[in-house]
Each structure stands twice: as C-alpha cells, then as structure tokens.
C-alpha cells in the first residue's frame, strides 16, 4: 500500500520534529491532501493507525488524523477554461485535449500537528 509509505515519511518527519521542539506524545496530526495527490484518505487513516498503535512512544493511544481535501483545479493552456480535473492528465471538456495546467489539488503535505509537551 503505498499510503503507508507516504505516511511513515510524514511520521518520521514529526517524530524528528518533535524530538527537536520537546514535544513528547503526538496526539493529532492534521494533513492537506489534494485529491489529485495519488493518496486515498481512507487507507491514509488506516496507516496512520497502524503505526500510531505500533509508536505508543510517540503517540498518545487515541491520537487522531484530520484529513484536509484540497479541491483539485485545473486551467486549459489553450482555451482558458478553468474546470476540475479527476487525474494529473486530465482532458480539458472544452478542447478535449489533456491541454489542462493543474492549479490545485496535487498538495500533500502537513499542516500541523499537536503533542503534549511529555514531563
Ligand atoms: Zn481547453
């Protein structure tokens, strides 16, 4: 599945991240995703609970993950037409030509995240 890998990146990350700012246990992590990312919320949240049941050390047990959509958008270089596509390539319903930019909706990223600070 390859949303575990993407999410053991982002988990490294915090994990780095907290180490660094003091934070002890992570109790939410909040995520944008857009929905031309290639990432499906629903087995992000199921590899966000393997691995928080697997890092009792870093998690608190009902630390959660909040899912942000990011709409997805795309402009036609030639027509102009601004419509909202369902893949990266997608055919723009004017020109029928995959002539679309994607503006929006590629965004993985983190967006914050919150944890106790631990002592
Ligand atoms: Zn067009």
Do not use: W
């Amino acid at each position: 599945m390859h949303e575990m890998s993407l999410m053991g990146d982002i988990l490294q990350l915090l994990q780095e991240d907290a180490a660094a700012n003091g934070i002890g246990k992570i109790e939410k992590v909040e995520l944008i995703v857009g929905e031309i990312a290639n990432a499906m919320p629903d087995a992000l949240r199921m590899a966000f609970e393997i691995f928080r049941d697997e890092n009792l050390h870093l998690f608190t047990k009902n630390a959660e993950l909040v899912i942000q959509l990011e709409e997805a958008k795309a402009k036609c270089v030639l027509c102009g037409k601004e419509y909202k596509p369902d893949q990266k390539i997608a055919l723009c319903p004017s020109c029928l030509l995959p002539s679309g930019k994607v503006l929006k909706g590629e965004t993985f990223q983190v967006l914050s995240y919150e944890g106790s600070n631990g002592k």
